[in-house]
């Protein structure tokens, strides 16, 4: 099965790459060899390769950022996502899956978001997040599955757990937002997932994945200081202090709470998911021999 990987060298599609089935033969492109804001580009990859699948990992990541530059996040979000699928339509049989996120919906829930909750973005990284979907949803049906996620990190990328990395083997002492609640997830665990996925033809629609368990950013970053600590990677262990979100503006609002329903997803691919803390001991380790 030939399969199209787009956003390669980010943190999915690393993973994607780097973990691919006998089954499958992949096609990785990342964005030297692939601009998801030329729209002709992405007709002609498509089209050139003729691929089975199509797994877009690649996302406008920055939250914040994207509130002042809404339209750089649309046209990778929204309108790119909108031309795979556009793309992936007029090849027979051809599928997409698109890595969608928890900003989708506002925080306001006290119990897990199912795939079919209502969405209610805070700000303009969901507003696109979600105009991707909906572009998915529409023009492909059955032929289109959009995965949501949350709080994606792995050993090398520019996220949560190699900044506060950083900081803490500067010695620097860290203020961590407290009450906000989701679900730390490997890239690992999402590209192993997404790869089951692929080779199941008949499912479609949204669906729900990360690790297990709950936590807010300051569990997280708590952790992490014992897991490097643990392993050697800090000198000392770092001083963490919960904060509330007030004390903390963004230009971005967060939600509160974005922890996802994926009972769904356990039961159709027969998966037990690993706990977050497990995943998080597995990418420090990796980030020590790094």
């Known amino acids: 099965m030939k399969v199209l ?21 992949a096609h990785s492109l990342d964005r030297s ?9 992405v007709r002609t990859a498509v089209a050139a390769l003729r691929p089975d699948v199509v797994i877009n990992a690649a996302a406008y990541t920055a939250v914040d950022k994207a509130e002042s530059d809404a339209e750089a996040a649309r046209r990778i979000n929204a309108d790119a996502v909108r031309w795979l699928a556009e793309s992936v339509a007029e090849l027979p049989g051809c599928r997409l899956l698109h890595i969608s996120t928890d900003f989708v919906f506002d925080g ?22 979600l105009l991707g979907e909906q572009a998915v949803g529409e023009l492909l049906g059955s032929r289109g599955l959009v ?5 994606v990190y792995d050993a090398t990328g520019r996220n949560f757990v190699q900044t506060m990395l950083r900081f803490m083997r500067d010695g620097r002492p860290l203020r961590v937002v407290a009450d906000q609640v989701g679900t730390p997830t490997s890239a690992e665990s999402i590209a192993g997932v997404l790869w089951k996925l692929a080779a199941c033809p008949d499912l479609a629609g949204v669906w729900h994945w990360s ?11 708590v952790a992490i200081g014992e897991e490097a600590l643990q392993r050697g990677l800090l000198k000392q262990e770092p001083s963490v202090t919960p904060i509330a979100t007030a004390d903390y503006p963004t230009a971005a609002r967060r939600p509160f709470y974005s922890v996802l329903d994926k009972r ?6 027969h998966l037990t998911p690993v706990h977050w803390r497990q995943s998080l001991r597995r990418v420090i380790k990796e980030t020590g021999i790094a």
């Open 5 to 25: 990987i787009t956003g390669a060298a980010g943190q999915v599609g690393r993973a994607l790459g780097s973990s691919i089935p006998a089954a499958f033969d």
């Open 33 to 41: 060899h692939l601009d998801l804001g030329d729209e002709s580009g």
């Open 108 to 129: 306001h829930s006290s119990v897990p978001y199912a795939p079919l909750a209502s969405p209610s973005p805070l700000g303009v990284y969901g507003r696109t997040k």
């Open 147 to 151: 995965l949501r996620t949350s709080w």
């Open 211 to 221: 690790d297990a368990g709950v936590a807010s950013w300051y569990d997280f970053a």
């Open 264 to 269: 769904a997803t356990i039961e159709a691919l």
